[in-house]
């Protein structure tokens, strides 16, 4: 179990999916800037998909997620219309010149989508990309999997799902909004592993009512499944900025100290049953290609998470998605209305980002390496960031410029990370706890 110092996860902290985060993002860069990138692609540019269904059938309290109800057809008919649009005008300007190795569906859910309509997306991504070798991953919702679902997923080449599992324990469930039995899950990954679909779990700590037990009950039902791989999240409360987590009462959450045990007692219990610890809060089978990237470094990080993907090209299509490029992020318009608009248009829905500086991108660097493998070269003579009270509990050794965390500095990675973070305020509220 590791050593809790409380005063070095005070300060909230970005997850660093990107560098610098969306909290810089400005309009002042937006659709023009994304066009510059893809009209500069190069012949045989490897490019990474990721679109973004932003619709549920239930709306779960705890979701930090851009996200609205499907509850109407009509709506969902018209944002699959405009995607197909989207992916028509992104393909267009990027020509011939690009080859897809990775395609994702996020969202929301995009089981949420009417089954034609999934692959109504996927023969448009085929039609008019490069992309017969793409590996394809899905989000899914396993309250809304059924046989048909599966076997339509496995047809049409999907190799990877993710299930939105969360918690197993009913009465944590319900003060989430969030009614999920054991045994639904349990029959959609024994379909879907029949299927030959690899798949992963999603899981939190630090939900309402949680307590360790609870959590170990859920991790314990999680490994004898034996998905490929497990995400393990803290909940961020954040009511402010999500009004739907306003049904779920704050005193009836974990406090700081509990979610530390809860995250270290999720890492020795997944790491003992034969998971390898991808960064803090990821674990994958060691067969598994995430494990095996982190073995020969070359995991990264990206705004789905730790990711094996190793193109520099990530092209977001949907609403509120993101794309980036080694010297440039950039975010659709979130509005779904005001996005199809724009498409319909037949103009570029990017509207806010961040062109990222050699500073930026030293920066970034270093963040992705720490978090991702544990060590970092600096390769800067300056100090780039006070590292001083993680030095004094032996949690980070330097040596030159090399800068390394030790065995217990794991759940601090990201508070260490933010030593390096040039933007980030002593006082800052958007973001969640380290742990």
Same mark, same amino acid.
Request: glycine share 6%; net charge neutral.
């Given at each position: 179990?590791? &050593?809790?110092?409380?005063?070095?996860?005070?300060?909230?902290?970005?997850?660093?999916?990107?560098?610098?985060? #969306?909290?810089?993002?400005?309009? +002042?860069? *937006?659709?023009?800037?994304?066009?510059?990138?893809?009209?500069?692609?190069?012949? *045989?540019?490897?490019?990474?998909?990721?679109?973004? =269904?932003?619709?549920?059938?239930?709306?779960?309290?705890?979701c930090g997620c851009n996200t609205g109800a499907a509850n109407r057809a009509q709506r969902l008919t018209a944002y699959v219309e405009a995607l197909e649009r989207e992916i028509a005008l992104i393909a267009q300007r990027i020509g011939n010149r690009g080859q897809v190795l990775r395609i994702a569906f996020g969202g929301g859910s995009p089981n949420s989508l009417p089954l034609v309509d999934f692959v109504r997306l996927l023969q448009q991504l085929f039609l008019c990309f490069d992309a017969r070798q793409a590996e394809v991953s899905v989000e899914l919702d396993p309250r809304r999997?059924?046989?048909?679902? =599966?076997? &339509?997923?496995? #047809?049409?080449?999907?190799?990877?799902?993710? !299930? *939105?599992?969360?918690?197993?324990?009913?009465?944590?469930?319900?003060?989430?909004?969030? @009614?999920?039995?054991?045994?639904?899950?349990?029959?959609?990954?024994?379909?879907?592993?029949?299927?030959?679909? #690899?798949?992963?779990?999603?899981?939190?700590?630090g939900l309402?009512?949680?307590?360790? +037990?609870?959590?170990?009950?859920?991790?314990?039902?999680?490994?004898?499944?034996?998905?490929? /791989?497990? %995400?393990?999240?803290?909940? %961020?409360?954040?009511?402010?900025?999500?009004?739907?987590? /306003?049904?779920?009462?704050a005193a009836d959450l974990p406090d700081l100290a509990t979610r530390f045990y809860m995250a270290g007692q999720g890492h020795d219990m997944l790491t003992a049953a034969g998971y390898s610890a991808i960064g803090f809060d990821h674990f994958a089978l060691p067969e598994d290609g995430l494990a095996r990237a982190q073995r020969e470094r070359r995991l990264r990080r990206n705004f789905q998470g730790f990711t094996d993907d190793p193109a520099d090209f990530l092209l977001g299509l949907g609403a509120s998605a993101i794309s980036q490029f080694p010297d440039l992020i950039v975010q659709n318009e979130k509005q779904a209305g005001v996005w199809r608009q724009r498409v319909e248009a037949g103009q570029l829905s990017a509207v806010r980002g961040s062109l990222r500086t050699p500073e930026d991108r030293l920066r970034g660097r270093i963040i992705e390496e720490l978090l991702c493998h544990g060590e970092a070269l600096m390769g800067?003579?300056?100090? !780039?960031?006070? !590292?001083?009270?993680?030095?004094?509990?032996?949690?980070?050794?330097?040596?030159?410029?090399? @800068?390394?965390?030790?065995?217990?500095?794991?759940?601090?990675? /990201?508070? @260490? #990370?933010?030593?390096? +973070?040039?933007?980030?305020?002593?006082?800052?509220?958007?973001?969640?706890?380290?742990?």
């Open positions: 179990m590791w &050593t809790y110092h409380p005063d070095l996860l005070t300060q909230s902290v970005p997850r660093y999916t990107s560098y610098p985060t #969306a909290a810089q993002f400005s309009s +002042d860069v *937006g659709a023009a800037d994304l066009a510059a990138r893809l009209d500069a692609a190069e012949k *045989g540019t490897a490019l990474s998909l990721y679109l973004h =269904i932003p619709y549920c059938h239930d709306i779960c309290w705890y999997l059924d046989g048909q679902w =599966i076997a &339509t997923l496995a #047809a049409t080449g999907v190799g990877r799902v993710n !299930l *939105g599992v969360q918690t197993f324990t009913p009465h944590v469930q319900t003060r989430i909004g969030r @009614i999920q039995p054991l045994d639904m899950v349990e029959r959609a990954v024994d379909q879907l592993r029949a299927a030959g679909i #690899a798949v992963g779990f999603d899981l939190m700590y309402p009512g949680q307590s360790l +037990d609870d959590l170990a009950s859920t991790i314990d039902a999680s490994i004898r499944m034996q998905p490929a /791989r497990i %995400a393990l999240f803290g909940y %961020a409360h954040m009511p402010r900025l999500l009004p739907r987590q /306003r049904r779920i009462d800067v003579t300056q100090p !780039l960031g006070d !590292l001083s009270s993680f030095m004094a509990r032996g949690l980070v050794r330097m040596n030159g410029d090399r @800068i390394a965390l030790t065995r217990e500095a794991l759940p601090y990675a /990201r508070s @260490i #990370a933010a030593c390096f +973070d040039s933007y980030l305020l002593p006082a800052e509220g958007r973001f969640s706890h380290a742990v």
